[in-house]
């Protein structure tokens, strides 16, 4: 993919106008400029924007359907949080991925996590909450959700559960705003069948271990199962660029 020379920037996806309709449904976005950040973050996440892309607000504005307003906040918002550049004159551009910011980013997440089971395991009060947890994780094999954004979304809700569990507000607050961070990363690990297997197998021992106040064995486990996650997030990050700037998508 050759780049783009500064006076030519680019809309933000080959696909027309669309509506902020299209967006996520599962992010449910309460404005519009949360609307426009959502799509723009999935063309991002779904690589139909690539690093290096350059595109207007007004070129936005028009795809989407609504003004220069909402796409500004949406876009100064998506600044702040590392995903694009802005060039006086030059309009947009969509930052090359920060690896080493999301390696210190799952590194925390990591660090909360793992506190958070050694405190479920030493709590004397029942786990309760682990109940729900259960229901989903601990399935047949034949009944296992196979869906890939509907697993991406239950283990979010799984690793936040056990934080939330272990009785700290603070570290949960901490812990949902890296999840959200990571989230557009996170979710590749879920484009793969055997990932969604591995998945279902490793929350199942994690919880099991937990059950039966293992702490050692817990914390071990989880451990395992984050930094196999992340090597993988990575290396399908990576595949996906080249594919992508491979076939001419973006």
Same mark, same amino acid.
């Given at each position: ?19 902020? @309709?299209?967006? %996520? ?36 504005? =028009? ?70 947890? =259960? ?16 697993? @991406? ?11 939330? @569990? ?26 793969? %069948?055997?990932?969604? =297997? ?24 989880? @451990? ?18 080249? =594919? ?7």
């Amino acid at each position: 993919m050759t780049a783009r020379r500064a006076s030519q920037p680019k809309p933000p996806s080959k696909g027309g106008r669309r509506s902020v @309709a299209g967006a %996520r449904a599962a992010e449910q976005p309460a404005t519009r400029a949360q609307a426009v950040y959502a799509a723009i973050k999935d063309d991002i996440a779904e690589f139909r924007l690539l690093p290096g892309d350059r595109f207007t607000e007004t070129e936005l504005a =028009e795809r989407l359907g609504v003004s220069r307003t909402p796409v500004r906040e949406a876009l100064y918002q998506l600044q702040r949080e590392g995903f694009l550049s802005v060039q006086f004159r030059n309009g947009w551009s969509v930052n090359p991925y920060d690896f080493d910011r999301f390696e210190n980013l799952y590194d925390l997440r990591q660090l909360i996590e793992l506190e958070s089971v050694r405190r479920l395991c030493d709590r004397k009060e029942s786990l309760s909450a682990l109940t729900r947890l =259960e229901a989903y994780w601990l399935l047949d094999e034949s009944e296992r959700d196979n869906d890939g954004r509907s697993v @991406a979304l239950q283990d979010e809700a799984f690793h936040m559960a056990l934080v939330e @569990a272990a009785g700290n507000p603070e570290m949960a607050r901490v812990h949902a705003d890296v999840t959200e961070r990571i989230r557009i990363v996170r979710r590749l690990d879920f484009t793969q %069948r055997e990932r969604i =297997e591995t998945t279902y197998a490793e929350h199942a021992a994690i919880l099991r271990a937990i059950r039966r106040r293992g702490s050692e064995r817990a914390t071990s486990l989880l @451990a395992a199962h984050i930094e196999a996650s992340r090597a993988e997030v990575r290396k399908i990050t990576l595949h996906k660029l080249y =594919e992508a700037r491979r076939t001419g998508r973006g």
